[in-house]
T-cell receptor
């Protein structure tokens, strides 16, 4: 069965370290998204990609970067981790080409990141 | 001001109650309106979606959209303890979605 996986599921790191969170989907979806979820803020979009070599900034992109070298993976990198980046991170993917509004997103299980 | 505002909750109801969850939005370009359900420590899953204004029913769940008022609702009839979760509204434009903050619902046996 097709799925979307995230690793690690839990991560504790120190302020200033570089951290990479992995996201892998076997749906063969064009679109992939990274969100963070915090109490009182819901799901906020960090970065998204509509295909290989395409990346776009979301509403809370500062301090984060992504790259899309293949269809299946969209790793999220925290260049220099800060305590404000302690959160639960969700990766999602969707099928519809850009321009079609309906966009069911399939979410991964999440990565719980703590920055000390 | 956020593009999507969702009643924050939390909401606690007895089993069998009718539940109403609501969101308002400001972006007139939104065409698709979705409800996701998220169980504790899990990723959200799509529950229902609606295109433009109108109602859509799926079993005990009914989604309503009123584009003139920029207001959407999700009704749950005969609520069950298994409905206890966080419900997020989402609205779609140009391929990406904007989510509400979520309402946490607890249905007590």
């Amino acid at each position: 069965d097709a799925e979307i996986t995230q690793s690690p599921r839990h991560k504790i790191t120190e302020t200033g370290r570089q951290v990479t969170l992995a996201c892998h989907q076997t749906w063969n979806h064009n679109n992939m998204f990274w969100y963070r979820q915090d109490l009182g803020h819901g799901l906020r979009l960090i970065h998204y990609s509509y295909g290989v070599q395409d990346t776009n900034k979301g509403e809370v992109s500062d301090g984060y970067s992504v790259s899309r070298s293949n269809t299946e993976d969209l790793p999220l990198t925290l260049e220099s981790a800060a305590s404000s980046q302690t959160s639960v991170y969700f990766c999602a993917s969707s099928e519809n080409p850009r321009g079609l509004s309906y966009n069911e997103q399939f979410f991964g299980p999440g990565t719980r990141l703590t920055v000390l | 001001q956020k593009e999507v505002e969702q009643d924050p909750g939390p909401l606690s109801v007895p089993e069998g109650a009718i539940v109403s969850l609501n969101c308002t939005y400001s972006n007139s370009a939104f065409q698709y309106f979705m409800w996701y359900r998220q169980y504790s420590r899990k990723g959200p899953e799509l529950l229902m979606y609606t295109y433009s204004s109108g109602n859509k029913e799926d079993g005990r769940f009914t989604a309503q959209v009123d584009k003139s008022s920029k207001y959407i609702s999700l009704f749950i009839r005969d609520s069950q303890p298994s409905d206890s979760a966080t419900y997020l509204c989402a609205m779609s434009d140009a391929g990406k979605s904007t989510f509400g903050d979520g309402t946490t619902l607890t249905v007590k046996p």
